[in-house]
């Protein structure tokens, strides 16, 4: 990830102009405001503002549940109590803001998360950068055997020589017949005054899913935690999976407290179905349980077995 | 409105806090910030957290519209495009958090905005205060006559009185009878300790609808501005207009530059029909139009005159 | 519950127009459509519309999977995967629209599940009836001493009489005022030709909150079972919970095969917290834990011990 | 556009399968249920399901403001007014489901909308079909000169039709190599047996954005039209149009009270702001007014010309 020397002036501008606030505010997530934090080849994710910390959240717990929850339960008492029982409005009480570099093709998955508010490049407007996404080398995965969505051993040898070769050169051709067909130089000039030049908005669809774009994506809390449940997931594609571990970072330094939560009762936690937990109880009895006895079919009975640690 | 003594703490503290933040930030709406703003007998509004300015909601477009946009157009020529031809999501961008009180009655106005998050005190939880909404003089208007949601002339003489004195009576025995049923003594305790004392998810059903209320409500600009186009026009309901007023006042001193393009193009707009444009042209061209040569009923021929300030 | 003669016409013309169509049609359901199903002392649910049954909800998962789910699942296999692992989208695919009569301290507690569509009757252009909620003896239960949002033992003797004759005089009364306020006669003449009348957005204030409203409450099936998982849960108020049990049953009509697997996979499931995990496993193995050596709060001990059906 | 063997057959037992129902049904739109509608050059929309009618959405209305809409107004009038005055929640009480097929780039300016229910097919789960938007010569236009968004002159000679063997060389090697990265053969074997073939969710991303794909998208009313609003505008670009065209024709046999509404109330309406009311007003009274004496910039001062039909 490199920036340009705009970027970085108006980077270095903008955590030069401090201020005095009343708000609440987070000096551990001060101190990343503004600074591109690296993510695959050339992605990356910057705070670009906040509102509210840990005490905002159980402020506005406060409002819901009076006075009582005052005696009883300190601060973070009642934040994990609160998550333990998806009590989740307090949570939408903070918000956050990002700049994100990223693929379109991670884009287009994380788009899907509707509840948020995004200011994306437009190429109908401006020309894309010549930036596509490469994967490593140990990113570079078969399909996987016996999961439909799920990536298996690494390729290696020529297989994965050409793959790389073929992702750089298609990517990087694209490009240049979306500049050639642009035919736009310098100042907005013709770059060879013959031709008109194809609009922008028509010669983008030439560019490829792993060409890098730009937004501006805004959350509150709760509904970020929920995309971090779905997307810090090792289900998650490898891709967005990168972006998501990076943002948990963040969270941490935001709201610690609502961070150690999330890990424990949303993260690290598993559901078990009516009959999970029937079997479970036999188990804890001493009794030995099938896939059949417990009325389960051979699939779930799979991620009974991993999730208990055990073999199937 | 009164402030108990706690909350005037709570507030002095809040204000007394001060910090230094790299964030975007508004001397004119810190100087408000956590301070109550009275609406109506008792109610207030107080803005309790902000994210963004005019400057952040340009940012945002600028991600989206490209380079280009930096040349062509200042701050404000740009936010007032982007209100005039409702590019809306770079006003999604800056957001606001406020603490309200109101009656219950609007309240369930108001919740109909849903895009919004909010905490509202819950009287499952919390015993309400004994305040109620009781209209002022000038505010104890008769049905309109010709238009089924409005109101019309003023009450006056005995039956402005007794109105006045049937509301506050009902409103005060049903919260006495609340409070009966409720039973509950310092601490805790039952006031009659021969009583069980009903459970308080029940006994708030006893409450009258002017009865006021206290939520936490956030939102971002966009969909604020949304609400005071709806709740800051005339034909809104006076008591939450009210509301939206001071909420109008707060924008002002927030985002002027946005404040100033939603008075200009939204507040104070007017949107014409097909039909009723047809007949805007033909009247600059000297015609004489009728109701019934531009094809539009009554209702909607009185409406277009109105905009126009005509008589129908 | 009663229903008006107009009311009682207008569902059996709704009942013998049937139509001829192309859509998925659910017999089971067409068989409860329009008829209102009592719930509480005087509201109603009845389903107006629906849109898809279980073969649409795995026709939309077979469109984003792809052709693979068709060998490897069949339809019952298939949306039970996608209960158990949250793909909640193609459970979005299904709608049904409601009409509810119901108490508007209920109706305040339904409207924050923010993701439908809702047409309420609004008390600024009706006259509201003269209809309220009174609880049954067997509803009519003390705090509980547990548990802040809960209800205890039943009240009895004469404290139950007390509070149901002042919910029943209060009510009547507020209403009795509501109506001499409005002034309104028959044909929207004046009752007392002597005074005004009361706006009608002015005299509802003076109503009770267990006054009867209706309204028309539409959503897709996914945002239904998440209102449901709350809902019809122990937790939830008595009162709403009636209603989503009723609606609970609606959708065992519609859609069975999704409606047994939220009941396996959700509203009979529960969550162990990575903490409940790590002692579980323990457990499994033969070992004693207890609280401390757990690393859990005694309250998430009690939690845990609740629902491994053990007492704590 | 093509359609399969299979998807044909699929498409005939869907139209042969009638059911009776009681619910509201629209002749006109169940002639067009299921069948493709034809849209560029390879993409369609389809109607899957629809739910309500024009009568449904008076009848949610009806609910909201009372019996006395049905004495003053007939459906046509009150649809008419609902449209005109923004009361937009009975039109949410309507929902319809598509299937559509689009190339990517225009499903990415498409899902910005983010009120509606999408299933699209995952190029994790599936392989995208060799399919392909390239513009027809009359579509293929240079970038306009006065309009950062739009399009000016159609290329033409030996320009065009280099773009086009461009387009369609690049999106076919593309593929190709895509394919040949996957090494997918028959039955989920490898076409190389000596090469472990890519991941489906790495391989896509040598995918170029003209690419189609296809969703499930289903949405209510109220957002359809707000969609339309903006997608069957001349400032749309131009592939984005041709979907929403197609969608306001089906919309017109669907509704067609409400369509005649939405044409003359907000897709032929203009809105004009405080500045453009008042010159109005004055140009009405026989003024000659100028941008100056308006205090208009130019630019809106063009805006204004160009709704009155004027020159600037």
Tied chains: 1, 2, 3, 4.
Excluded at 53 to 78: E, M, N
Aim: proline share 3%; with cysteine; net charge neutral.
């Amino acid at each position: 990830m490199e920036l340009t020397d705009a970027q970085g002036a108006e980077i270095g501008a903008a955590r030069a102009a401090e201020a005095r606030t009343l708000r609440p505010t987070v000096p551990a997530l001060e101190a990343l405001l503004y600074t591109p934090l690296p993510v695959l080849d050339h992605g990356f994710l910057r705070v670009v503002d906040y509102m509210g910390d840990d005490a905002a959240i159980v402020q506005a717990a406060r409002v819901s549940y009076g006075r009582g929850t005052k005696r009883v339960q300190d601060d973070a008492g009642l934040i994990r109590y609160l998550m333990r029982h998806r009590h989740s409005t307090p949570f939408e009480m903070a918000e956050i803001k990002w700049h994100v570099k990223l693929p379109i093709f991670v884009a287009r998955q994380w788009i899907r998360h509707r509840t948020a508010n995004v200011n994306e490049i437009s190429a109908r407007y401006s020309v894309l950068d010549r930036e596509f996404y490469i994967p490593a080398r140990e990113a570079l995965a078969a399909q996987s055997a016996d999961n439909r969505q799920g990536r298996g051993a690494l390729l290696d040898g020529e297989e994965a020589e050409e793959v790389l070769r073929l992702l750089r050169e298609d990517a990087a051709r694209c490009h240049d017949h979306y500049l050639w067909m642009l035919n736009e130089g310098e100042d907005g000039a013709r770059a060879d005054p013959s031709r008109r030049g194809l609009a922008r908005e028509l010669a983008r669809m030439n560019l490829t899913l792993n060409t890098y774009t730009q937004w501006y994506w805004k959350t509150d809390l709760h509904n970020l935690l929920h995309f971090l449940s779905l997307r810090a997931d090792p289900h998650a594609q490898y891709e967005i999976r990168a972006y998501a571990e990076v943002m948990l970072e963040v969270v941490k330094a935001w709201v610690p407290i609502t961070a150690q939560a999330f890990l424990d009762y949303r993260l690290g936690a598993v559901t078990f179905s009516a009959q999970m937990l029937a079997a479970l109880k036999r188990m804890l009895a001493g009794e030995t349980v099938t896939a059949e006895s417990a009325g389960m079919s051979r699939r779930e009975w799979r991620e009974f077995m991993a999730a208990l640690g055990r073999e199937a």
